[in-house]
């Protein structure tokens, strides 16, 4: 059980089963569009967070290949945190630092 497991167990009954159901929302989207939706915001909104031009997005939401680094940067505008997570014969592995470290890639 991680800390966010742990104080989740700390509120009232009502809180954790709305904490439950929102994350049940954002397991199901299925592509970028659904998850801007669910979190509230608008092309507008991804563009400027990410400085990418309102059109790019549009383009982004519809594209099923993409680098990491556009992919954690539109993630991040919605408030979020990109998660890579391999499970391979059961075996789950963090694989976000991946992500990180394109990100310190595109800075040098």
Do not use: C, W
């Amino acid at each position: 059980m991680d800390d966010l497991d742990k104080l989740i167990k700390t509120l009232p009954e009502a809180e954790q089963h709305a904490v439950a159901q929102r994350a049940e929302e954002l397991v199901i989207a299925h592509n970028l569009r659904e998850l801007r939706a669910l979190v509230g915001r608008t092309q507008e909104d991804v563009s400027a967070g990410t400085g990418f031009k309102q059109t790019n997005v549009s383009r982004l939401e519809k594209r099923a290949d993409m680098k990491l680094s556009t992919l954690r940067d539109y993630v991040e505008s919605l408030g979020g945190t990109l998660k890579i997570v391999a499970d391979v014969a059961g075996k789950k592995v963090d694989l976000s630092n991946i992500a990180e470290r394109s990100r310190q890639g595109s800075k040098a």
